[in-house]
């Protein structure tokens, strides 16, 4: 772990080049849409170590799987989250030597990532072997407007000598994914044209058909004054380019404007592809550079206003949660219920396939808060549209009937393949119906449910009827072989969150059945005829939940993990020799399996879910018995452990689990960044202080808060948009004051006391009575 | 399931040529003499589907392992039987038409595994495409005299025409292994040489440094006549070889006789590999092809001797128990304690590594009693030399002492990469130490124990030692997180037959020790210095003794396969639906997991192992039980439950157990005889017919016999070594006729009775008491 970028509220600043962070700064200082996006890679040439990778969403590769020992249901390809044409490139060359960083002296350099805009700076002096030395600056975004656009300016001032720079901007489709399994190229050459001052190139990829466009124009200045060159042209293997040749006087600042247009065969028809992005790029050439940002500028700046935390007295904190915000926010914008939420956004390619759990568990409730409820439905819309792959699924592991959606999807059929992950690991069937419910109980659109939700959560219950056994020696049901959110346990039987969050889908999708058999009960008939659905079915599901096994320990008064837990040898993970951590890297996989250290939140994953289901003495009591084993070598668990923390009033912890992963790639705590940023997990430290600090959580209709503030922070703030309304909440010492920004009045629970807020209305609520539930 | 081999008691015949099952063949009628062997490929060049495989004993090559997700301890490499130099090819041409068996009509084919003598032989008429027919006959054998050696004889005669037969012997060492994982080939050229009338070739593997030289000659002769010919040689790539041309009238028999020599680096240093060869070869030429066969005779006459068992009234029987006999035989001589049994022998490349379990587990039993006692110990040596691996092995998975044999193995190095086998499949351990206490058993060589196999023993209940855990919840030892026998079981805790055998491993361990201390003081004291052996770790292994936890269902009188087995839906096979079977084809792995079926004998194993600690009661308890939800999908699994059944009396559940395996591969029972022979498994079939239908047992340094005849066999008789003596025990309806084939006297127990028998003697024991024990 190295510190290595400065402190500041709006930017992610490195000072100095050092050719060792690189690829670290590459993820961090990571640029996206919601629709494209890329690694900070530099637009000139580089031979230093790098990871180029320029990502097109929803573009993947089946990718053929590696596997060492096969076992029957395991998939035949990984979905990878596929680098695209590098758009980004300007060779630049001096009276024939190339400016490289790796090859020269690097001056005064300073990388900036300005969150507030949405805007990747670069600034440099270069000093080349004979001592010639030239000032770059360079300013790059992808627009956060126009989606399929990115507009850079690269400048390049001769500090002391006269020469002719040549630029080469280019777009470079022979690129190849890191984590290849087979060291295989993905992409073929489908058009090129590089014609005089612009080049268009369209690739497609060998499997599934997948084109992509793209197409580039530059504008070459002088001191401000544009200038009419000649360009020569070059085409290559998935390549064109033109080449640009300007003489410079010492003290002469030559700019380049590269403005690029990619589209995808995802949104145009093959036959368009290119004029569409002629189209798009005619228009944003005619709006300018100077446009292009001042929108881009704008429109993060309503990002911000939903969706900014503002904390007073750390900065350190401060420039962690707005970083943690804008990865999101630039990685899903929720127009395309296409998409989802990749682990590494557009930051990287580990962990290949886009969708795991996390976007259910972790990322929903994010967007939830702080954008409007389409975005979120668009979300739970994505998994509806991968029903029939679920169901397939589940019928290919044997089942009759029932949908197992899958652990990690591009297209909705599972791309994991290790046992006890890809078919043991079925909660995340439970995170999925879980996600309805949370989403109808935030938003209280109960139409989702009549029109999607309820044939998921009735595809759910199904596979669950029949992935328990009625174990005649308990007279319960149990369910075998699992592997629980803790996936440092294996192939266990009774985990206790899986069999919970199992009966309560079941009971959960009775509980909607019978509503809207009350409400809608034409709706009603038709789902029940589409989904063939039979009383014997809903009263096995009554029978399952009155009878369901949860593995439990009376005299500790706890929840057990799984069967078994307490053969284990309880030793705390403080008196465990500190060499042996982290686990994951010092021990083999056997041992790990067979301690008691707990990877994530699993148990207690469970009792945040459904914590209006227990009192405070049983969340304290599993808290108080699970969190000394815990080892958060999941980035996903310390946010649950924080916001439970702060519910039993534990404050010192719920803090220093909200340090765990705060900074998480900042400070590259998991010495991982330069894989890629740890997107989805980003949530739940935005959900550590929402949800955990300012106890944010909808009860009955109404969004109740309940505040406490970490010892050294003066003070925090943070949007909540709920129904309609949008809030301000601050959080002082002393009190809470909320600002209704929007005409929407409410009626809010704050700290256990109810308040009503007109539109643009404010409420105080003072501080004074310490909550702590 | 294809029955197309010709049914004889000594031979197995193949009538007709049948491309299609050409590669089960080539595994069935494979040849080896424990030094070197080879699939039953053609001579001459065939165009049609094959596997050519040759092979060396003990040359292998570590493979870059495939896997899929990495885990810590995974071993780097899969070590992978080596195919190696094709040294049998003898290219045939008729006036320019190659002669090739996919290429044109074949009658008469008749392929033969003489198994008597240990010699392959085929005959058949090709008619070419021009009607040109010619009579082809091959006889070729491994020598088990001359180990180096082997030997063809290859005679064409064309029967409707004149012409010139162009002969090609030849060395191929440009072979690559099927199971290559990255497709690369293994081997480079050291050394090529073609003389007139002789070659040789020096092949090493790319890594370990593994050098194998084949030299050749050959004698062509007409009629019998030798001819003296030119000869053009050839050289390619790690390829030597003649060309000869014959004129051959019609009626006229053309013969060659081709001898080679196969050393390695194994045997000898590498700048005398080629003398050596030709020194070897030389001898073998001298001798000529008529003594080498009668040499061969002989040799395998005696082992016969030793070994053959004769079943009367059932042919089929027969025949497959030769078979078995047969394979052992030629795949492990046991005179190089460095080699070991793979589980295909030299009859194909799959499961890659050399050694598993199963040699203790199942072929120890049948060296002990067909073969000299230094045979077996040679055995038990290969692991004692593996014990410092085995120690390395503990220490990667983070144990601070003891021995953890690696579940597949070459050198003593760990090849397997599932980490729910080579980390938790431990009991392995537990069958090297239950081997030393067989051949101690068995042979009442207490030596060995003082000299080898206390160490091994120490450092395994060293292993066990760390293994388990105190749990407080039980007050008991509990072993988490293993795979037992069954291995339709993963990651599971308690598993009743590993906690029994590793408790038996200390118990044992401890007798031990506690016996060389009283005889062998001096001994005593230099083992326990040299181990480092503590009071406090004895003290440790007793505890654990006492302490140690069994899962049993008191109610039903049964011990627990592993904790929680009861929990699962108790459907007998029986009641499944046969589409569903083999499980392990039709079954995701979690639903095998989940399931109450088992693969192969778990409980059954301890009981069988550990039989004289338990009463016949419980082991009829524990078969009653588990037996129904046994799927046997393990060629390992009939075996025990074959021989547990014969001692419960239930004679029909015995012969059905035995015919699962005993025509396993020559039936081709399931559909992967291709890929090569079940070797390992052969044991097991030959463990049925004498320990379970004779009843063998060794109690207190005496032979127990307690024979059945299955209903319709006449007779069957079996050899039995014992001590020096050898015993030829027949069993008829009416009696057991035992004869003394040496003249070692000897007390036998037969039917609970005992019997003196003289050197030569005879013993003959009524059956009218039926014997169940």
């Not at 000072?15 to 629709?35: A, L, Q």
């Not at 690991?425 to 109960?446: L, P, S, W």
Request: hydrophobic share 35%.
């Amino acid at each position: 772990m190295k510190q290595y970028l400065k402190l500041d509220e709006w930017s992610i600043i490195e000072e100095g080049f050092d050719s060792h962070s690189h690829e670290i700064s590459e993820s961090i200082f990571s640029i996206g849409n919601g629709y494209m996006g890329q690694r900070a890679n530099f637009e000139e040439q580089y031979s230093g170590t790098s990871l180029q990778g320029s990502y097109m969403a929803g573009v993947y590769y089946p990718d053929k799987t590696r596997v060492g020992w096969w076992k029957n249901g395991y998939p035949e390809y990984f979905a990878k989250v596929l680098n695209s044409t590098n758009w980004i490139g300007i060779d630049v060359d001096i009276d024939g030597t190339p400016l490289d960083l790796s090859q020269c002296i690097v001056k005064d350099f300073v990388r900036e990532l300005n969150m507030k805009e949405g805007v990747l700076s670069r600034s440099f002096t270069a000093v080349l072997e004979d001592g010639r030395e030239l000032k770059v600056t360079s300013v790059r975004f992808v627009s956060i407007v126009r989606h399929e656009i990115g507009a850079i300016r690269y400048s390049i001032t001769p500090m002391n000598f006269t020469g002719t720079i040549t630029l080469t901007p280019y777009l470079d489709g022979d690129v190849k994914n890191k984590d290849s399994n087979y060291d295989e190229k993905f992409w073929l050459e489908v058009f090129k044209e590089a014609g005089k001052g612009n080049a268009a190139l369209t690739v497609k990829t060998k499997k599934l058909d997948f084109h992509v466009t793209s197409v580039m124009t530059y504008e070459v200045s002088k001191n401000g004054e544009k200038l009419e060159l000649g360009a020569e042209q070059i085409e290559k293997e998935k390549y064109v380019g033109n080449v640009v040749h300007v003489q410079a006087g010492e003290g002469e600042e030559i700019t380049i404007f590269k403005y690029v247009a990619n589209v995808t065969s995802r949104d145009h028809g093959l036959g368009q592809l290119v004029d569409k992005a002629r189209e798009v790029l005619d228009q944003a050439v005619q709006a300018g550079f100077g446009e292009l940002e001042r929108e881009q500028k704008a429109a993060w700046g309503d990002k911000w206003k939903e969706s900014d935390i503002v904390i007073e007295g750390d900065v350190a904190a401060q420039q962690a949660i707005r970083f943690n915000i804008f990865q999101l926010n630039q990685t899903y914008s929720g127009e395309d219920d296409r998409l989802n939420i990749g682990p590494k956004g557009f930051t990287g390619e580990k962990y290949g396939g886009s969708t795991y759990w996390d976007t259910e568990a972790y990322c929903l409730p994010f967007y939830l808060s702080t954008a409007d409820a389409s975005i979120s439905r668009n979300l739970l819309i994505y998994r509806y549209k991968h029903l029939e792959k679920a169901k397939e699924n589940a019928k290919k592991l044997g089942f009759t009937k029932g949908a197992l959606y899958p652990m990690v999807t591009m297209n909705g059929e599972e791309c994991h393949n290790e046992w006890e992950i890809t078919f043991e690991e079925i909660h995340r069937n439970g995170a999925i119906a879980y996600a309805i419910y949370n989403y109808v109980n935030y938003t209280g659109d109960t139409s989702y449910l009549a029109q999607y939700g309820l044939e998921v959560l009735a595809e759910i219950s199904r596979f669950w009827e029949q992935r328990v056994n009625y174990a005649a020696s308990k007279d319960k049901y149990v369910m075998l072989g699992v592997t629980g959110p803790n996936e440092y346990e294996n192939n266990v039987n009774n985990n206790w969150y899986t069999n919970r969050i199992a009966s309560w889908t079941m009971e959960y999708t009775l509980e909607v059945l019978k509503e809207l058999e009350q409400n809608q009960p034409e709706r009603y008939a038709e789902l029940v005829s589409k989904l063939k659905l039979k009383d014997e079915e809903t009263a096995k599901w009554q029978d399952i939940i009155s009878k369901m096994y949860y593995p439990e320990d009376a005299e500790r008064g706890i929840f057990l993990q799984q069967d078994g837990f307490l053969d284990k040898e309880l030793l705390p993970v403080k008196d465990l020799d500190p060499s042996h951590l982290p686990l994951n890297q010092k021990w083999s996989w056997d041992r790990i399996l067979r301690s008691v250290y707990i990877k994530q939140a699993d148990v207690l994953q469970g009792l945040f879910f459904l914590g209006d289901r227990y009192d405070l003495e049983t969340k304290k009591r599993n808290f108080d018995f699970y969190e000394p084993f815990t080892v958060h070598e999941s980035s996903l668990s310390p946010c649950v452990h924080s916001i439970l923390a702060c519910e039993l009033g534990y404050q010192e912890k719920a803090y220093e689990m909200y340090l765990r992963t705060a900074r998480l790639d900042l400070d590259n705590y998991n010495n991982d960044t330069e894989d890629g940023c740890h997107t989805t997990s980003m949530a739940g430290t935005w959900m550590s202080v929402v949800h955990g600090f300012g106890g944010l959580k909808v009860k009955d209709g109404a969004l109740h808060l309940n505040p406490f503030i970490p010892g050294h922070w003066s003070s925090f703030s943070f949007k909540v948009m709920f129904r309609g309304a949008r809030f301000n909440v601050k959080v002082t010492d002393q009190e809470v004051v909320i600002l209704n920004e929007t005409d929407i009045p409410a009626v809010l629970n704050v700290g256990g006391q109810e308040y009503s807020i007109e539109g643009m209305g404010e409420v105080r609520a003072s501080r004074s009575v310490e909550v702590t539930s």
